[in-house]
């Protein structure tokens, strides 16, 4: 007991991981920020293997499992996936059959519970739209969520498979993507015109933001996760300040990147408006 009590005692705090397929979770990683501007994080956008939206339930499960156990390697003791299809496909097994046999004292959270707690606050008409890529639709995870929690919602999901290669092949704000993102706001919208709220259930889509504001009337309100998930993080800290104590405070952020990071540097400086200098490594 002794012996346990002195380990633990002794644990060093870490960064806070955050995951993500690639570029998407910055906007999670800078509402987190915006939130819990003192502690240190630690970014690891798998942009090599990116997108994940169209890949299989066991091959998102096996890459974001990687993930998460380099970012403990890594010193982190809660990891955040900042990323809907791999909260979507993975957080659930890593929660249920991971952690309690392999890593006890370790967390991971994801984000589509805290969206969709939120998010029924937003609508006047209960009428919801959800973007999001084909893995996260086909989880129908947003909608058991909404069942649970605001089962008077209605709520239209709309896979988007164009939206996330647009991102990380740097196309967001060329003029090519305005067909595709027009093309599925348009279909939302037609399935449910009563819609007042559109949800973008994929980190990456607040990158989209400009372009989307284009094509979606002006009394449908758009929601990005980056904020809810901060004030979430805060929460489930302030609820659990045994995990709090294992989260190191010093305001730094590294950046972790499976393919080049040059090229890492280069978006990732462009969608947080500061200079990001990432460490390329592999899984
Ligand atoms: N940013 C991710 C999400 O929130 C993943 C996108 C992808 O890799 O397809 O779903």
Request: glycine share 8%.
């Amino acid at each position: 007991m002794q012996d346990i009590m002195q380990t633990s005692g002794n644990i060093q705090a870490g960064p806070i991981g955050v995951f993500d397929s690639g570029y998407g979770g910055l906007t999670i990683l800078e509402g987190m920020r915006r939130a819990l501007p003192d502690y240190d994080y630690l970014y690891l956008g798998d942009n090599a293997r990116a997108p994940y939206g169209t890949r299989s339930f066991d091959v998102v499960y096996d890459f974001t499992l990687q993930a998460v156990e380099e970012l403990f390697s890594r010193g982190c003791h809660l990891v955040i996936l900042a990323c809907n299809t791999a909260s979507a496909k993975a957080l659930r097994s890593i929660q249920q059959n991971v952690l309690p046999v392999k890593y006890p004292d370790h967390r991971v959270l994801g984000v589509i519970r805290p969206t969709v707690e939120e998010v029924g606050h937003v609508s006047r008409t209960g009428h919801l739209g959800l973007l999001a890529t084909p893995g996260t639709v086909k989880s129908h995870s947003y909608m058991l969520e909404i069942e649970k929690l605001h089962p008077q919602m209605k709520l239209i999901e709309t896979e988007c498979p164009m939206w996330v290669p647009l991102i990380e092949t740097g196309e967001a704000a060329g003029p090519g993507a305005d067909y595709f993102v027009r093309k599925y706001i348009d279909a939302t919208m037609q399935a449910d015109p009563e819609i007042d709220t559109l949800l973008l259930g994929c980190t990456h889509y607040p990158i989209l933001l400009p372009k989307i504001r284009k094509f979606v009337p002006s009394h449908v309100k758009v929601i990005a996760q980056g904020d809810i998930v901060g004030r979430s993080l805060a929460d489930y800290l302030r609820r659990h300040p045994e995990m709090d104590r294992k989260c190191r405070r010093g305001g730094s952020v590294d950046y972790l990147t499976t393919e080049s990071a040059e090229t890492f540097n280069k978006f990732a400086s462009l969608f947080t408006g500061h200079p990001v200098d990432a460490t390329r490594i592999t899984l």
